[in-house]
């Protein structure tokens, strides 16, 4: 059972453009969506991440949009930089106790020159 | 570097041998995870300990694997009578118990099992 669902697989965009990952979660009870970035040969790196209390945060060029009602979530790239190649995984845990972090399928994203 | 480190990075085996996989928290974290990611996948939640003491275990986690963290500090992950399926990255995480609890990963070890 995927309890998160993320699109695209992958995605292609140029410099400066922006990228738009999406995700929807299925267990109410989650109450925090980090997201992860994983570089090839690297783990997972927290990256940015929400509590379903807000519905937009933003750090620099990262922006997630959530939307409670819908049980969605989103992460833009402004602005991506050929840097920000890497996978994107979203994903769901909850605060009380320990995380264990349910993992969305990740998005290959590529910006090219 | 005081991050997570995992050894080996890479294990080729012959399916039916043992392996056995190390991971080094950070270290003054107490927590400690183990995920697995194959191709293509978000990592899945194998295991968790809090301190020495395994308090969950996933249902992926058959009885041919066991972990292991003795005196709460790293932690060893055995997989006896590998199995082809079992080709995939284990992954190890750790954090520290607190309200802005945040998991950092080690680079994995990937095991190919031909």
């Known amino acids: 059972q995927q309890q998160v669902k993320q699109s695209p697989q992958s995605l292609i965009v140029q410099k400066g453009g922006i990228s738009i990952i999406n995700c929807a979660y299925e267990?109410?009870?989650?109450?925090?969506f980090p997201w992860y970035q994983q570089f090839p040969g690297k783990g997972p790196a927290l990256l940015i991440a929400i509590r379903p209390d807000v519905s937009e945060k933003k750090e620099g060029r990262f922006t997630i949009s959530f939307n409670k009602s819908a049980k969605q979530f989103s992460l833009h790239i402004m602005d991506s930089q050929p840097g920000d190649s890497a996978t994107y995984f979203c994903a769901a845990t909850f605060r009380g106790g320990y995380q264990k972090v349910t993992f969305g399928t990740g998005t290959k994203l590529q910006v090219i020159p | 570097d005081t991050g997570v480190s995992q050894n080996p990075r890479h294990k080729i085996t012959k399916r039916g041998q043992n392996v056995t996989f190390r991971c080094d928290p950070i270290?003054?974290?107490?927590?400690l995870y183990w995920y697995r990611q194959t191709l293509g996948q978000g990592p899945e939640f194998l295991t968790y300990?809090?301190?020495?003491?395994?308090?969950?275990k996933s249902r992926l986690l058959s009885d041919r694997f066991s972990a292991e963290r003795p005196k709460g500090s790293f932690s060893t992950l055995e997989i006896q009578r590998t199995e082809q399926g079992d080709s995939a990255m284990y992954l190890c995480?750790?954090?520290?118990?607190?309200?802005?609890?945040?998991?950092?990963f080690g680079p994995g070890t990937r095991l190919l099992v031909l």
């Open positions: 995480a750790s954090s520290q118990q607190g309200t802005q609890e945040t998991q950092y």
């Open positions: 267990n109410t009870a989650f109450d925090y």
């Open positions: 270290s003054e974290h107490n927590r």
């Open positions: 300990f809090q301190n020495e003491a395994q308090l969950e």
